[in-house]
């Protein structure tokens, strides 16, 4: 089985420290259970299987025309001017060494897939199996598997490397995502 490692909303916005996102909460989350390190870890593995590593990244244009107004998640955006593309904010955190040989995938909604280039990306490599991880567990964690679910493919979400804005989001959505996914951890995740 063809698999790929897609790491999702692992930016500066979200996770760095001295991000909007990452000095709140959610970044205390990041930080007390390592996802970062972990998640580092887990793109070693894969990429000693050979197995391809996306990066999943929210962003919009300067002037924010993707982004939907109507949107309780994305209507602040504009208002504190983040998640705008090309900035520092939208890059993936310098701890996850992407290179230029991954793919670097921008969202405008939750889901890594809708009206993205995602789908043909894995159709094209006859991808089968997805493995994910990220920020948060009650967002894009839960859409993407619940979307690769529906597209047929075999999902595994790493626990260890997800965070939510608090622990029992996460405990609460990794319940529910057993229903649609397999759920290992970073030590545990095999590539075979």
Same mark, same amino acid.
């Given at each position: 089985?063809?698999?790929?490692?897609?790491?999702?909303?692992?930016?500066?916005? /979200? +996770?760095? =420290?001295?991000?909007?996102?990452?000095?709140?909460?959610?970044?205390?989350? *990041?930080?007390? @259970?390592?996802?970062?390190?972990?998640?580092?870890?887990?793109?070693?593995?894969?990429?000693?299987?050979?197995?391809?590593?996306?990066?999943?990244?929210?962003?919009?244009?300067?002037?924010?025309?993707?982004?939907?107004?109507?949107?309780?998640?994305?209507?602040?955006?504009?208002?504190?001017?983040?998640?705008?593309?090309?900035?520092?904010?939208?890059?993936?955190?310098?701890?996850?060494?992407?290179?230029?040989?991954?793919? /670097? +995938?921008? =969202?405008?909604?939750?889901?890594?897939?809708?009206?993205?280039?995602?789908? *043909?990306?894995? @159709?094209?490599?006859?991808?089968?199996?997805?493995?994910?991880?990220?920020?948060?567990?009650?967002?894009?964690?839960?859409?993407?598997?619940?979307?690769?679910?529906?597209?047929?493919?075999?999902?595994?979400?790493?626990?260890?490397?997800?965070?939510?804005?608090?622990?029992?989001?996460?405990?609460?959505?990794?319940?529910?995502?057993?229903?649609?996914?397999?759920?290992?951890?970073?030590?545990?995740?095999?590539?075979?």
């Amino acid at each position: 089985m063809s698999s790929a490692y897609l790491v999702l909303d692992l930016q500066n916005d /979200l +996770v760095h =420290k001295d991000g909007p996102n990452g000095a709140g909460p959610l970044g205390e989350q *990041v930080r007390s @259970r390592d996802v970062l390190a972990r998640t580092a870890a887990v793109i070693e593995k894969a990429r000693a299987a050979g197995v391809p590593v996306v990066f999943v990244r929210v962003g919009f244009s300067s002037d924010y025309r993707e982004c939907p107004s109507t949107s309780p998640m994305f209507s602040a955006a504009r208002k504190y001017g983040i998640f705008k593309l090309d900035s520092w904010g939208t890059e993936i955190h310098p701890d996850l060494d992407r290179r230029e040989t991954d793919l /670097l +995938v921008t =969202k405008h909604r939750v889901s890594p897939f809708y009206g993205t280039n995602l789908e *043909v990306f894995l @159709r094209a490599h006859g991808i089968t199996r997805l493995f994910m991880s990220g920020v948060s567990t009650a967002a894009v964690v839960q859409a993407g598997i619940r979307e690769a679910h529906d597209r047929d493919y075999v999902c595994v979400v790493i626990e260890d490397c997800c965070a939510a804005a608090t622990a029992r989001d996460h405990d609460d959505s990794i319940a529910v995502l057993g229903r649609f996914a397999a759920i290992t951890t970073s030590d545990a995740v095999s590539f075979d």
